[in-house]
């Protein structure tokens, strides 16, 4: 079985900082993948990040590249999401997932249906 408990999240003003922290136990050996979700009121979850748990490879969503950074600590079985320059449209509720799934590439990590565990998310409110 695995866990995956995410931490961080808050209220913020727009373009504060936030770091999001997702620790996993249970048996992260099978790890290929972990991500980030989010969903905002009424609107359906949404990609936007990923990282390759067997590799250094990263994707992001059009709307957050180049403002948020993916990275794992694979000895403390952690992923971190820096979210710098946070604006309003960012505000949702934001999920951790991981994934025995192999299969690779942007077009598989953007898919939450890859993903095999789930935590329990984290609000992140950008005020404006």
């Known amino acids: 079985q695995v866990q995956l408990i995410e931490s961080g999240g808050g209220l913020v003003q727009g373009g504060d900082s936030l770091r999001l922290s997702c620790t996993a136990s249970?048996?992260?050996?099978?790890?290929?993948?972990m991500g980030w979700f989010r969903q905002a009121p009424e609107k359906e979850r949404e990609f936007v990040a990923a990282?390759?748990?067997?590799?250094?490879?990263?994707y992001y969503a059009d709307s957050v590249r180049d403002r948020f950074t993916i990275s794992k600590d694979k000895a403390k079985n952690v992923v971190i999401l820096q979210m710098n320059s946070l604006k309003p449209e960012d505000t949702a509720v934001y999920f951790c997932?991981?994934?025995?799934?192999?299969?690779?590439?942007?077009?598989?990590?953007?898919?939450?249906?890859?993903?095999?565990?789930w935590g329990q998310g984290t609000q992140v409110t950008v005020s404006s």
């Open positions: 997932a991981a994934r025995e799934n192999i299969c690779s590439g942007y077009g598989c990590s953007r898919v939450a249906n890859s993903y095999d565990w």
């Open positions: 249970g048996r992260t050996f099978s790890f290929h993948g």
């Open positions: 990282a390759s748990w067997t590799s250094e490879t990263t």
